[in-house]
C-alpha cells in the first residue's frame, strides 16, 4: 500500500480542506431566518437571492454551481459570501447605506399620483368610496409603468403620503359643507332674522309682540324629527357597581318600531309644545297646528318659523288653513338653511340628553318618555334669544310671511 496509501490519505486531506473551504457555517437561528426569507411573499427579490446564496453555501455548494442556480454571477456570489463573514445576516442581504441608484421621482410623476388621488376609486374600478394610502399606493405601482412613470413602479406608501402632504391632499378624508341651493338664501335669512330681532326690541309693556293692527303675535320655532327608533334590550341593564363604574348593556337589541316627533318653541315664552305620532305626513303637520290653534286665544296670531318640507304646504295642509283664515303666519327658512331655526338646538339638547342610547319595552313607552322629557323642560321654560348677526337688521322693515286666506 506504501504509497498508493499516502496518496488517498493527501487526496482525502485536499478534499476535506476544499469542502470546508466551500461552506459556511449558519446557526439554526440564522438558518430559519434565511429560509423564512426565501418563503415570504413581501421579500424583495435581491433579499431572496442573497439568502438562497447563504443557505446553498452552507450545503457546501461551490461559489460556480450557486452562481447558476439563483442566476447571478460569481463574484455577486462570493461577495454576498464574504459580507457575511464579517458582519452577518443584515449585512449579507442589505446593501450598505448609500448604495444603489434611487429612482429619481419627477415633478411629472408627482402630478400623475395627485392626478390619480384626487378621482374616486370606483373611477378605476374599486369598489371603495375613499382611497386608503395602501390601496392607492398599490395602484400607482401596478400602473406606474405602463402609463410612463417607471420611477414610481416600486414607490412605497410612504412616498405617496409625502407627495400628496406637500400639496395637502388628504383622499381618506371628508369634509362636509353646506350646497347654497336656494338662490333666495340671503333674503330669506334677513328675514327670519328680522323676526328674531323684533322679538327683543318691538314688545309692548306686556312683553307682547303686536301686528300693525294691534293684533297679539305669538312667534314659534317649529321643526320635525322622524325616525326616532324604538329599541329594547334582550337583556336588562347592568347599574355601575365599584367593579364596573359604567352601565353595562348586551350588544344585541330589538327593533320595535319607529315613531316622529313635531314640536315648537314659543320664542317669547320658551315653552316646548310637542306632538309625537307613527306617522309623519301632512295630516300630523294639521294636528298640530290643530293644538296650537286650541292653545292660543282667538284672535291672536300664531307665526311659525319652520323648514320648506313637502307637507307644510301640501293640498291638505292648504285646505285646512284656508278655514282658518288669518290664524296663521309662515317665515320660511331657505333650503339648506334649517340652522337659523332656533328649535335645532332644542332638538340636538334632546337627543344628547334623551334619545342617544335609549331602551324601551314597548312603542307606547317611547310615547310616554318623550312626552314626560318636555313637561320636564317645561318646568323651567328657557326663553332663547339669537344672538348672532342682528346689528345690521332693521326693526322697522316688515316681515315677509306666507298666509292662506279663503
Not at 429560509?35 to 453555501?57: H, M, N, P
Not at 445576516?89 to 388621488?117: E, F, M, P, Q, Y
Amino acid at each position: 500500500m506504501g504509497k498508493e496509501g499516502v496518496t488517498v490519505d493527501n487526496d482525502i486531506a485536499i478534499n476535506t480542506k476544499a469542502t470546508r473551504s466551500r461552506s459556511i457555517d449558519l446557526t439554526p437561528e440564522d438558518t430559519e431566518r434565511l429560509e423564512k426569507v426565501t418563503r415570504a411573499r413581501t421579500s424583495q427579490v435581491q433579499e431572496v437571492t442573497r439568502a438562497k446564496i447563504l443557505l446553498l453555501r452552507a450545503q457546501g455548494h461551490t461559489l460556480d454551481s450557486i452562481a447558476t442556480e439563483v442566476g447571478v454571477n460569481r463574484n455577486s456570489v462570493e461577495l454576498c459570501v464574504k459580507k457575511y463573514t464579517e458582519g452577518g445576516i443584515k449585512n449579507a442581504l442589505a446593501d450598505a447605506s448609500g448604495r444603489g441608484r434611487k429612482a429619481v421621482i419627477t415633478d411629472h410623476d408627482k402630478t400623475w399620483v395627485i392626478n390619480i388621488a384626487c378621482q374616486k376609486p370606483t373611477d378605476f374600478g374599486y369598489a371603495a368610496e375613499l382611497w386608503t394610502y395602501d390601496k392607492l399606493a398599490s395602484h400607482i405601482r401596478s400602473n406606474a409603468t405602463k402609463e410612463g412613470h417607471p420611477n414610481l413602479a416600486r414607490v412605497s406608501k410612504s412616498k405617496v403620503f409625502r407627495i400628496l402632504e406637500e400639496e395637502d391632499i388628504k383622499p381618506h378624508r371628508v369634509r362636509y359643507y353646506c350646497e347654497k341651493r336656494d338662490p333666495d338664501l340671503d333674503a330669506k335669512m334677513h328675514n327670519v332674522l328680522l323676526v328674531y330681532k323684533q322679538l327683543q326690541y318691538e314688545r309692548d309693556q306686556h312683553g307682547q309682540l303686536l301686528n300693525d293692527e294691534g293684533h297679539p303675535i305669538h312667534v314659534l320655532s317649529f321643526d320635525e324629527k322622524p325616525g326616532i327608533q324604538a329599541i329594547s334590550n334582550t337583556a336588562e341593564d347592568r347599574r355601575p357597581t365599584k367593579e364596573h363604574g359604567t352601565v353595562q348593556r348586551d350588544y344585541e337589541y330589538k327593533r320595535l318600531g319607529v315613531i316622529s316627533l313635531l314640536a315648537g318653541i314659543d320664542l317669547q315664552t320658551g315653552e316646548a309644545i310637542p306632538l309625537v305620532s307613527k306617522t309623519h305626513n301632512s295630516a300630523d303637520y294639521i294636528q298640530f297646528l290643530q293644538i296650537l290653534d286650541e292653545k292660543y286665544p282667538r284672535g291672536h296670531i300664531i307665526r311659525l318659523v319652520l323648514d320648506n318640507l313637502s307637507v307644510h304646504t301640501s293640498t291638505q295642509t292648504k285646505a285646512y288653513l284656508e278655514s282658518v283664515p288669518g290664524r296663521f303666519e309662515f317665515v320660511f327658512t331657505p333650503k339648506h338653511g334649517s340652522w337659523l331655526n332656533m328649535i335645532e338646538g332644542s332638538c340636538s339638547k334632546m337627543t344628547k340628553q334623551m334619545l342617544r342610547g335609549i331602551r324601551v319595552k314597548t312603542v307606547d313607552e317611547l310615547y310616554q318618555r318623550i312626552y314626560q322629557y318636555f313637561r320636564e323642560v317645561n318646568e323651567e321654560p328657557v326663553v332663547f334669544h339669537w344672538k348672532y348677526d342682528l346689528d345690521d337688521i332693521d326693526v322697522t322693515e316688515a316681515v315677509k310671511v306666507e298666509r292662506y286666506q279663503n
